[in-house]
């Protein structure tokens, strides 16, 4: 199966500005997605990036807020922007594959605190 | 709509107890149904799935069966290890599509 490199791994931010998650794959994939896992709270799709085309964000997801790049096949950033507190989670990618269709692999992750 | 619904933890267990996780869904449709598990500071991996109703899955001793009538996934273990510490998530997806609906994670500890 795929494996994903996320970076940072973890970060303490300040309120009101903007952070960059990159998400490396060691193989060619269509799709990457972008989950959020707030504490104590199920995992939420937040987009999907296709190479080549904008990426399609969930319901209570907008691009000002999230925006999305998809420069090739093996790579992907999410930018969270203008945090505020209640952007401190674990922001995860994941791709399609491994152990058959339909199964997601993830990145380890990205836990991000706002003061 | 689509969910799951998972216990609550942490759970915490002697080692070789016997563990139960308990999952259930809410579907339209019929989704395959997952378990994804979360080794602390790693990415969560598939652990097991089933496709259809009466499925099995298994992995490392885990194992847990589709049961449509009670629309339930109980992921158990006969004797979990120290090793088995981790988050475990219940999920479901359907074949069209790329939708995941992950439970809220069920932390399990395993104590010497």
């Known amino acids: 199966s795929a494996v994903i490199s996320q970076k940072p791994s973890r970060d303490i931010c300040q309120r009101g500005t903007s952070l960059t998650i990159q998400c490396q794959v060691d193989s060619q994939v269509t799709m990457m997605f972008w989950y959020r896992q707030q504490p104590g709270q199920s995992l939420t799709l937040i987009a999907t990036a296709n190479q080549g085309s904008e990426a399609t964000y969930e319901s209570g997801f907008v691009i000002d807020k999230f925006p999305i790049s998809r420069p090739n096949l093996t790579f992907s950033t999410l930018t969270v922007s203008n945090m505020s507190p209640e952007d401190s989670s674990i922001y995860l990618c994941s791709v399609e594959g491994g152990n058959g269709a339909n199964v997601l692999t993830f990145g380890a992750g990205s836990r991000l605190t706002v003061l | ?112």
């Open chain 2, 1 to 112: 709509g689509n969910s799951v619904t998972q216990m609550e933890g942490p759970v915490t267990l002697s080692e070789e107890a016997f563990l139960t996780i308990n999952c259930t869904y809410t579907a339209t449709g019929y989704p395959s149904l997952f378990w994804y598990v979360q080794y602390p500071g790693e990415g969560l991996q598939l652990l097991l799935k089933a496709t259809k109703a009466d499925d099995k899955g298994s992995n490392k001793g885990f194992e847990a069966t589709y049961r449509k009538e009670t629309t339930s996934f109980h992921l158990e273990k006969g004797s979990v290890q120290v090793s088995d510490s981790a988050v475990y998530f219940c999920a479901l997806s359907f074949n069209t599509g790329n939708q995941f609906y992950f439970g809220t994670g069920t932390s399990l500890t395993v104590i010497p």
